[in-house]
């Protein structure tokens, strides 16, 4: 359907128009060369630039400059998928899906063939869970995510004792829940900054083989923790001030009318689109 009306063959509407899908799946090709399949039982608004998924799954190929945003995330990629449920879920499929939070914070840079999933406040609050080894490597904190093998820069001015919990957890496999930050890595190896709020032990020792991968240590030096937290704590006045300047600079664009040519996976489902510059009847 398009804005509630059953659509069989051809049909103008505006960009931001709303398609909603009921039993079957449909498909989209926009005439940029973006690619579009929302799921079964999903409801997206369609611009020419991003798609904003409300419910269900939405899938895109398409260049990097096209995202699809989902309560407050929003993920670009060569080719992806997104899913709204009681969480985000992200897959990538080719190429590494960015995810970035509403003040254009990275929360992830998911690797193809590889899901990560998201709190439906990730997006407004940056809030994200990640779990695998933490070790230590020139003067800082990394955790390797043993699921995406992204790796984070983790501080801890959130954490009691001066971060002591990362110091003492260096070398273990364990679970870091913190706010993400606009700050870039100081590591190369890293791809986003994690403000630690909570460390959670999940085992200890195991991570030996990582730490030789990223050429680190399983173990921090006395004094490890302190400095972490020092890090955090310029670290988020930094990614504060970006944030400010972000918002400030940004607005909302009209957006260029666009053009789909679409073929619906299955019978009513299935609707060819071609969006115009003016709205006509959506009847057959």
């Avoid at 009921?22 to 929302?38: H, I």
């Avoid at 990097?64 to 998928?81: E, F, N, Q, W």
């Avoid at 407004?124 to 230590?136: D, E, H, N």
């Avoid at 999940?202 to 972490?228: F, I, M, R």
């Amino acid at each position: 359907m398009i804005e509630k009306s059953q659509v069989w063959g051809n049909s103008s509407l505006f960009d931001g128009s709303v398609i909603e899908t009921d039993q079957a799946s449909s498909d989209l090709a926009l005439r940029n060369g973006v690619k579009v399949q929302l799921g079964a039982k999903s409801r997206a608004r369609v611009f020419e630039n991003h798609l904003a998924l409300e419910k269900g799954v939405g899938q895109v190929t398409a260049p990097s400059t096209y995202s699809i945003d989902a309560a407050g995330l929003k993920v670009s990629g060569a080719r992806l998928r997104v899913s709204v449920t009681d969480r985000i879920e992200v897959v990538a499929f080719a190429g590494a899906a960015r995810v970035q939070g509403s003040a254009g914070q990275v929360l992830a840079a998911i690797p193809a063939g590889r899901s990560m999933n998201f709190a439906m406040q990730a997006g407004s609050t940056g809030t994200v869970t990640r779990t695998g080894c933490l070790v230590y490597k020139d003067g800082h904190f990394i955790l390797q995510d043993e699921n995406t093998q992204e790796v984070a820069e983790v501080y801890g001015k959130g954490l009691p004792e001066n971060a002591k919990d990362l110091q003492d957890n260096a070398g273990n496999r364990v679970e870091v829940t913190g706010t993400a930050v606009t700050t870039k890595p100081a590591l190369t190896i890293a791809k986003t900054v994690l403000n630690a709020t909570k460390v959670t032990q999940k085992s200890q020792g195991g991570c030996l083989s990582v730490a030789s991968t990223l050429d680190a240590k399983a173990e921090a030096p006395p004094g490890a923790g302190k400095a972490a937290a020092i890090g955090a704590a310029a670290g988020a006045a930094a990614g504060a001030a970006a944030g400010a300047a972000a918002g400030a600079a940004a607005g909302l664009s009209t957006g260029a009318i666009i053009g789909i040519v679409a073929g619906g996976g299955a019978a009513a489902a299935g609707a060819a689109i071609a969006l115009a510059g003016k709205k006509s009847s959506t009847s057959p």
